[in-house]
Every structure is written in structure tokens, then in C-alpha cells.
């Protein structure tokens, strides 16, 4: 284990967050990939939402978008009866959105205890090796 930056991890937090970079960086590999995989499908839905959502005017995706925000439920309801594919990939992209906030706000606390976990661990093993020599 090396010592791990507190400022580096907070700036790949802002900057790559999404996709879990501060994960990467501080070895939690299992739970990185799967930021990385969420964050990838976020923005592939959100892509793909856009190349669908060119067959409605500018109003009215923007007569959508408060309500879908506002109250997820309802509102993949009624897309998912409009059309069922862009209801169904709304909805998804509405409980990732969820998700990546409610992480992301987590995370802002889980990386300093992280890397104070890390560094007493660190601390304790060089303490062990200072003893056995």
C-alpha cells in the first residue's frame, strides 16, 4: 500500500467522480468498475434519449423534464405507457441519476476516512515489521 493523496482523490472525485476514478485510485477495484459501468450507461442512455428525443419539439421535452425530475414515479409511468423503449430507458436513467447523486454525496465523506484507514494501516504494518526485525 502507498500513501494515497487526500487532495488527488478529491480532485478525481470532482473530475471523474461518475465513473469512480477516486475508486480507481485508492484500490477499491470491485466497487470502481461498477461506478465505471453505471456511468457508462448513464451517458449511453442519455445519448441514445437524445437521438430519440429529436422526434419531439424543444417544448415539449421541456414541459417533460421539471416533472420527470421532480417526481421519477409518475412520470416513467406515463412515458413507459407513451412509448414503452423510452419510457423504460428514462426510468432506468432516472434511478441511476438517483444513485450517481446519493453516491457521490457519500463519497465526499468515504474518502478521507478511506485514505485515514489506509494510512493506519500502513502505520500498523510498518509497526509490525520494526518489531519482528
Given at each position: 500500500m502507498?500513501?494515497?493523496?487526500?487532495?488527488?482523490?478529491?480532485?478525481?472525485?470532482?473530475?471523474?467522480?461518475?465513473?469512480?476514478?477516486?475508486?480507481?485510485?485508492?484500490?477499491?477495484?470491485?466497487?470502481?468498475?461498477?461506478?465505471?459501468?453505471?456511468?457508462?450507461?448513464?451517458?449511453?442512455?442519455?445519448f441514445f434519449l437524445?437521438?430519440?428525443?429529436?422526434?419531439?419539439?424543444?417544448?415539449?421535452?421541456?414541459?417533460?423534464?421539471?416533472?420527470?425530475?421532480?417526481?421519477?414515479?409518475?412520470?416513467?409511468i406515463?412515458?413507459?405507457?407513451?412509448?414503452?423503449?423510452?419510457?423504460?430507458?428514462?426510468?432506468?436513467?432516472i434511478?441511476?441519476?438517483?444513485?450517481?447523486?446519493?453516491?457521490l454525496?457519500?463519497?465526499?465523506?468515504?474518502?478521507?476516512?478511506?485514505?485515514?484507514?489506509?494510512?493506519?494501516?500502513?502505520?500498523?504494518?510498518?509497526?509490525?515489521?520494526?518489531?519482528?526485525?
Amino acid at each position: 500500500m502507498t500513501n494515497k493523496s487526500l487532495p488527488i482523490a478529491y480532485l478525481l472525485w470532482l473530475f471523474t467522480g461518475v465513473f469512480g476514478g477516486h475508486r480507481w485510485y485508492l484500490g477499491m477495484r470491485l466497487r470502481a468498475a461498477f461506478l465505471t459501468a453505471r456511468g457508462v450507461y448513464f451517458f449511453g442512455a442519455l445519448f441514445f434519449l437524445s437521438k430519440v428525443l429529436n422526434n419531439y419539439s424543444l417544448n415539449e421535452i421541456i414541459e417533460r423534464v421539471p416533472t420527470f425530475v421532480l417526481e421519477p414515479i409518475p412520470m416513467f409511468i406515463y412515458f413507459w405507457y407513451e412509448t414503452p423503449l423510452e419510457g423504460g430507458i428514462m426510468g432506468s436513467m432516472i434511478l441511476i441519476f438517483w444513485s450517481i447523486t446519493v453516491t457521490l454525496i457519500m463519497d465526499t465523506f468515504w474518502i478521507r476516512s478511506t485514505i485515514k484507514w489506509q494510512r493506519k494501516q500502513e502505520n500498523s504494518t510498518q509497526q509490525q515489521v520494526e518489531a519482528f526485525d
